[in-house]
């Protein structure tokens, strides 16, 4: 896949390239993006662009033949979705300055990324996905980027607790129900700022593991991935863990901007989003095999893939060789890297000549498995049905 | 420290530039490197070189400035010791064609990585760290790279484990006492391959935690860590986790190659290797302070550091902000990631006006804590001595 450990961060294939013709691609690269030099936009132009398919300029996937088994996404491969823009590049050149006012507090004020390094830091390995993960697999052609299953990784972020800064600034005032982020993006002139702005609330019994970031993968935070600041919300969707965090407010109400009330909310097909829908918050439990993808050899094979809880601690993985009709527990793989976070899994398996569809299945601690069928909804969101996910391999 | 980053990995600064103002580099970069396009030599020019200290082209270290709290090292800051130069960047053409022939088993043959996969995978975190990380800390001026302590990294490996390969192979043959591994570097004509060749042999109990790895933290292995085989010995020294790895054997004695019989050797000032003395084998528990390393502001601080046990899990950490007089207990942070991994570590401190020495002791399980001074020997191996290792911070 990889033709040189050297070469492969200097010369870069876009999507159209070698990767495409491997069939692994989305199917909806709609929009010819705006590259840097070797193929990706310059704000990720330092990414492994053979890993990835370029969507668009702002939703770029990883290759599912790009998952390893040890556990952590490098940053180099981590999917990108941004709903705006991202800033200019110059305000990473003073990470330290970067303000964000903390409101709902006892004591709000505006503080330094170099303060709320004072304060407190703690590390966590967590899964970023992006709502959106899975929408290609659905079959009413929900509108958005058609992700397969690499608008996911899994990283560790390391930050503040969000609980020690709230602590820091007396408290959080009396009647507050969220935790409302909202984004350091331009807001384009002549828009009303909350059509677009990326602001988005939590419930606050997430504050008991939310971090502010300032290290992914142990680097500063990448401008792409939300550098300086990053809200972290370990087991909620990516669009929750804002980037550029400019605002950090306990609120009574949920956030009026759209990306809120009528955004990321689940509702049947054909219907029009609203606040009494579902939002996109928690996680449900999902896998997906990795390798083999398309073809293997005839005997011993070693059946890859990646599993997680969403919110809730993995318990099992199954893996099936025959379209679910019999299921096999596979084994984990490395360290438990926490509850947030995803494991590899292995399982040995001996595949004769013909066609297999391969498909994994995971079980969170509370015992909620990945439903064969994932119901659809409007815009596509959260897809952990196992029998989409599955693989047709090829046995030679 | 990272401007941007977006052009952390495309504008590189070498050795001589920014990162060397902050004085943290080592004192000892002799050689001017051959530099590839950024300041890095070609086979690692996809690596930071913001974050690293060219010493040679084959010697790279990490800054101790780079070192961050997430526990895994990124490949892009990972340091580099090649003993001789890498092989041709075409081995990685084929990654499942390479072969390592497997001897000193019942049914002894070349296995190719294709096959390897399908024996078994498990994936392990491990502290790899060169012999000599800490040379520059001993007074006697100790011939080699002046490694401070950059030469070490907390990385993933994901592999077959050795053990499912001697057992596909009809077992260990009787009597074998060692497992001895050479590396795929070409050697020079007209030289007698055992004074350079890169053949190491450690005790066959340590079989149980080998993997002969083609991943590195979910990437396949680059050329410069060895790709596209790599021996993996979790708690022993980097020069046993054989590189390119094309003979795999288990032996009744120790390799007579010289990095083996001679090289590697513990022993006092003035004295030269043998095979009497202590092989460079299983590495013994460390620690360092990674944050602050010169100035910081009055008032509350976190000191950030790593600490692992070596072969041996690690209980705790203390801290001293005067000099060793007195030690308080560090928070842990983030998932343990095993018995050979390093954890990242904090202490919430506050600091006056004035010089502090800043230092940290590590003591593992079995009790045993890095003495305050490292006895010297020869080559300036396994330095973990606290107090050379402390630093000394201005508050201003």
Request: glycine share 12%; net charge neutral.
């Amino acid at each position: 896949m990889t033709p040189s450990g050297i070469a492969r961060r200097r010369f870069f294939v876009g999507a159209a390239g070698a990767g495409a013709a491997l069939g692994l691609g989305g199917g909806g690269a709609a929009a010819q993006p705006a590259r840097g030099a070797g193929g990706l936009p310059d704000y990720v132009a330092w990414k492994d662009a053979e890993d990835l398919i370029v969507h668009t300029p702002r939703t770029i996937e990883m290759k599912r033949s790009a998952f390893g088994s040890s556990g952590i996404t490098p940053d180099t491969d981590l999917f990108v979705r941004n709903n705006l823009p991202p800033p200019d590049a110059r305000i990473l050149e003073d990470r330290d300055g970067w303000e964000v006012s903390v409101e709902g507090v006892r004591n709000p004020r505006r503080v330094a990324l170099r303060e709320l390094k004072a304060m407190g830091v703690e590390s966590v390995a967590a899964v970023l996905q992006c709502s959106g993960n899975g929408r290609a697999f659905f079959d009413h052609k929900a509108s958005g980027t058609q992700w397969r299953v690499g608008a996911a990784g899994n990283v560790m972020w390391s930050g503040v607790p969000l609980r020690a800064v709230a602590e820091a600034m007396g408290g959080v005032a009396d009647g507050m129900r969220f935790i409302t982020a909202r984004g350091g993006e331009d807001i384009p002139q002549g828009i009303d700022p909350r059509t677009v702005m990326v602001e988005r609330s939590v419930p606050i019994a997430a504050m008991d593991r939310a971090l502010l970031a300032w290290e992914l993968n142990d680097d500063p935070v990448p401008l792409a991935h939300g550098g300086p600041l990053r809200l972290v919300l370990p087991g909620f969707f990516g669009v929750n863990n804002v980037k550029y965090v400019k605002r950090l407010a306990f609120t009574a109400e949920e956030s009026d901007a759209a990306i809120q009330r009528t955004g990321y909310r689940v509702r049947p097909v054909g219907q029009r989003g609203a606040p009494s829908q579902p939002s996109m918050w928690e996680m449900t439990v999902k896998s997906w095999v990795t390798q083999p993808l398309r073809e293997t050899a005839d005997g011993p094979v070693q059946i890859l893939g990646v599993a997680f809880g969403g919110a809730r601690p993995l318990r099992r993985v199954e893996v099936s060789t025959d379209g679910g009709s019999n299921w096999q527990e596979a084994r984990l793989l490395g360290p438990d890297l926490g509850r947030y976070a995803w494991r590899p899994f292995a399982l040995a398996a001996e595949l004769s000549p013909g066609t297999h569809l391969v498909a994994s299945r995971a079980t969170d601690e509370e015992g909620n498995s990945q439903p064969e069928k994932m119901e659809p909804n409007e815009r596509g969101y959260g897809h952990n049905g196992w029998r989409d996910h599955a693989v047709e391999i090829t046995v030679r």
